[in-house]
């Protein structure tokens, strides 16, 4: 016969057993970024650059938030040129939660002096704010970004001088048909 203590302990225990269950499953979203720093030693295009960090490995970074146009595309090459002059052969920080499908680090990456270079290339007009992935950008970056694109778009600055510049996930699909 059970005593009325043992059914408090069974019923905290059964309480305690469904409160680690709900923090487990909401651990993900209150999980901190990482963070590494490095020097950029190469530019692949507008928005994935390789940070060599002090252990001497290469990380390839794909910059969070923004899609620049493809190396073939207008503004490809400019776009490619505007992260260069950004962050070639200088010291960065990057924040990062995931990596992509390619197994590239997917982040938000800052100069020594604290500039979101994801964010100058839309203010520079050489990316779009990817607002497919808008959900996984920190809330404080979403409005941000999507200002910044909207102010290079009425300033006709960079990719927006083109009348109907074709966004780099249509282009893409367009060359998988």
């Given at each position: 016969?059970e005593?009325e203590k043992?059914?408090k ?11 680690l ?5 909401w651990l993900?979203f209150?999980?901190a970024?990482e ?18 960090d002090e252990m001497?490995q290469?990380h390839?970074v794909?910059l ?8 073939a595309?207008?503004?490809?090459q400019a776009s ?10 200088k ?5 990062w939660?995931?990596?992509d ?6 982040g938000?990456v800052?100069?020594i002096?604290?500039?979101d ?6 203010i ?15 809330p ?7 200002s910044a ?8 600055l ?13 282009w893409?699909?367009?060359?998988i048909k």
């Open positions: 016969m005593t043992t059914v302990f069974n019923n905290l225990s059964q309480c305690g057993r469904l409160g269950v709900l923090l487990l499953s993900p209150f999980v970024a963070q590494f720093t490095g020097v950029v030693v190469g530019v692949s295009d507008g928005d994935t650059v390789k940070v060599l001497k290469v390839t794909r969070m938030g923004i899609d620049a146009p493809e190396k595309q207008a503004f490809g490619k040129q505007s992260l260069s002059d950004l962050v070639y052969m010291p960065v920080s990057v924040e939660e995931k990596k499908k390619y197994g590239r680090t997917v938000k800052l100069t002096e604290g500039v270079v994801c964010k100058e290339q839309l520079n007009g050489m990316a779009w704010h990817y607002k497919k992935y808008i959900n996984e950008q920190p404080e970056d979403r409005d941000v970004y999507s694109e909207l102010k290079a778009q009425a300033g006709h960079g990719l927006w001088l083109d009348e109907g510049p074709v966004p780099p996930w249509v893409r699909h367009s060359k």
